[in-house]
């Protein structure tokens, strides 16, 4: 979603910015702008609709110089993406410029207050109400810009995070936040600010996260200084930023989404790595074991969580009821969190986010915190708001993810919860040492069998080309590879915008049968399992009816190799490690027939990567 970058220092702004906001790239955006302050103190605001390339094409005759500005890539809510709506906005007279993540949700009301004090409103976004009225506090209380943001966001009701910057103000940008995250990098007679680390890594590994309800005075001349709302001065938490430059680039790969696919075998290591013991006989979680009592006396987990996090928390259900016999419930956390759902003290709730800033899940986990649940987080981006949101947690730890389709993260999630898993069983004496030690083995020898499945990279991309002019497709699974299927076919949705749905194979015949024809291709994970016989006789009745038949088997298979019309031979699993590797030849599965397609892999149309609004 939107993404914000500013600079003061001694630097000229405009390459930073530039390059800050293609790094933001991969949140998915619609339309690019920046302001800058220039030597003269006058205020420079370029904007327009496309990408990062169409605003440095659009500034090229234009006046860029500056030591201090903010920019921002707009993923349009109010108002469609165009010139006139892209951010930064600026006031009325011209003096000051704001650029906003999040919704202002009672913009309306103050747009009227505003029309009636004579302010004239250019676009069709909430943002510029809130630059309109920092102005007018301004001129009316006669005070500083950041007495005018502080006291203009206590009118203001909803999520933003902010940048402003004024005219004749060459050192200083005030920042604020609440239910938007925010960084501030630390550099020597220079400060760095954005919607996430990623812009500011290559200049600070020094880094303070903004909290909710805080204003930052950023001046160059100056330490940091953040104050809540209500003025209480805050102490600056200063972190150590763990990213590194090459984790953000493609290095080599086409598009990040393949890096990704191909990372795999790495990201679990360092999933897995000093977790589990080299003879498997053990696994350490710190945060669940810190907290076992809880976990333990829990009446039942609830996990919420969106997209792709959902399907990995399917699995997490079924691998915590499977060993551990506590109930479990997986929730949207966008249902969940208006639903008015029964939590109790006692409950553990466990929310699921890569980004670690989807709204919808910090609006659960908030809404869970109020009824007195224990929050436990699975998220990657250290220091994210839902990591900081939560009483303790796990990270995936498998680097920072790029590509919007979620790849790399999925497996990290599973691979967590499976740990999660083996961590209670233990403890509540609910797994036998055989069934623990073959399991945590099974994550150890999990990279060389990803390793394995990423060889079959040219097959796959060979079979894509048939699939490419598909107008639909149906994903098929069983028990642990249910959720594996309907992740396959939100890759291929995403991505390629072929429509595609999944479903537990048991259940076409309930209705979606009809949709077989010779027209339609359907994936199925056929691998060994309690249910392999009732899986086969599935595919059966898809055969019957003249569907294309492409199956993900176990190496060896011979019994759906002579039903199937393409088979994906995958290397064998204990069976609850299972959707962790026959989700990878369907993410590569989709990759290509996006690629084929001439999609934007990485950042496809209308998608962000963290969805930061509801
Ligand atoms: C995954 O491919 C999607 N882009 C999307 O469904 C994503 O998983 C969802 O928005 C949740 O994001 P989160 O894990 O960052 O909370």
Redesign the pocket.
Known sequence: MCGIVGYVGYREAYPILIKGLHRLEYRGYDSAGLALVNGAGELNVHKCRGKVADLERFTEAKDISGHIGIAHTRWATHGAPNDVNAHPHYSESGSIALIHNGIIENYSVLKDALIQNGYTFKSSTDTEVLVQLIEYVKATNHCSLFEAVQSALKQVVGAYAIAVVEKGNQDEIIAARKSSPMVIGIGEGEYFLASDATPIVEYTDRVVYVNDGEIAVINRNQPLKVVSFDNVESQIDIRKLEMSISQLEKGGYPHFMLKEIHEQPRTIVDCIRGRISPNGDDVVLSGVIANKDKFLQARRIIFV??????HAALIGEHLIEDMCRIPVEVEYASEFRYRNPVIEPGDVVVA???????AD?LAAVELARAQGAFIFGIC??VGSS?ARATDSGAYIHVGPEIG????K??TG?VTVMTMIALTLAKEKGTISSERFAEVARGLLELPAKLEKVLGLDEEIRDLSKIFTYARNFIYLGRGYNYPAALEGA??LK?ISYIHAEGYPAAEMKHGPIALIDSEMPVVVIATPDNIYEKTVSNIQEIKARGGKIIAVVAEGDTVVRGIADYCIEVPVAVECLMPLVASVPLQLLAYYIAVNKGRDVDQPRN?????TVE
């Open positions: 969580a969106c997209g792709t996090s959902w699921v986010s890569q980004s670690g800033e989807t899940t990657n981006v839902i919007v389709a979620s790849t993260a999925f999630q939100l890759k995403e998608l962000a990567k963290s969805v």
